[in-house]
């Protein structure tokens, strides 16, 4: 009974949505339907996404103050079985920026991650997709997220992928892998998180393997 109650109000709620963000209907009311669908969508990529937009995993204190795991027994021990993990961080390493040039990358992360893959045996086709939205791509693919998710201190294994949401600064969000030594994106990052806003503001993250 009451998860049928629950669905009614689903339905009812996503046809109030869809009313509020007609063209015609006042500015306010759109902004009020935007922001439900970011809410819905941030809920499809983690659960435990509230409507006030915190997460409760991924900031390597678990985002509420407690820690995060490090290890836990129900982590994949392998990796994906269609990647040669060797081959693909190879390529990554590879094929950085000059870091003489372009310390920080050029912003091209989700390419030379893909490129990188598909030196590695998995061909993901250029589909427009920003950092942030990698998660479902690479479940598609057969890449599996540890779960729950560890503390930005956790030890990655090499070929461990990482997809961070966006920041402040950084609205297309972050991915890269581990070569085994450093995370690599478009270039060889010092450590776990990839910028300044990243390293203050601790963004959502997942990690698949």
Not at 170 to 186: L, P, Q, R
Request: hydrophobic letters at 30%; proline letters at 9%.
């Amino acid at each position: 009974m009451y998860e049928r109650k629950n669905q009614n109000l689903e339905r009812k709620v996503a046809s109030l949505v869809t009313r509020l963000a007609l063209p015609e209907a006042p500015y306010q009311d759109r902004e009020i339907a935007a922001g439900w669908r970011q809410h819905q969508a941030l809920l499809k990529f983690n659960p435990n996404h509230d409507s006030r937009g915190r997460f409760d995993f991924g900031s390597g204190d678990g985002g509420d103050g407690n820690a995060a795991p490090t290890t836990s027994p129900t982590w994949p021990t392998v990796h994906n079985a269609r990647l040669n993990v060797d081959k693909a961080t190879q390529y990554a390493t590879d094929n950085v920026v000059s870091p003489t040039t372009s310390p920080n990358g050029e912003r091209a992360c989700a390419q030379h991650v893909r490129e990188a893959l598909r030196a590695g045996g998995i061909n993901i086709p250029a589909a427009g997709v920003n950092a942030k939205d990698y998660a479902p791509v690479l479940e598609k693919y057969g890449f599996k997220p540890l779960d729950p998710t560890p503390g930005a201190n956790y030890s990655p294994m090499k070929g461990d992928i990482v997809v961070i949401q966006e920041t402040t600064a950084s609205k297309n969000g972050h991915i890269a892998i581990y070569n085994g030594t450093n995370w690599v994106s478009d270039f060889k990052q010092p450590e776990f998180w990839p910028g300044p806003s990243y390293r203050s503001e601790h963004p959502p993250y997942k990690i698949y393997r």
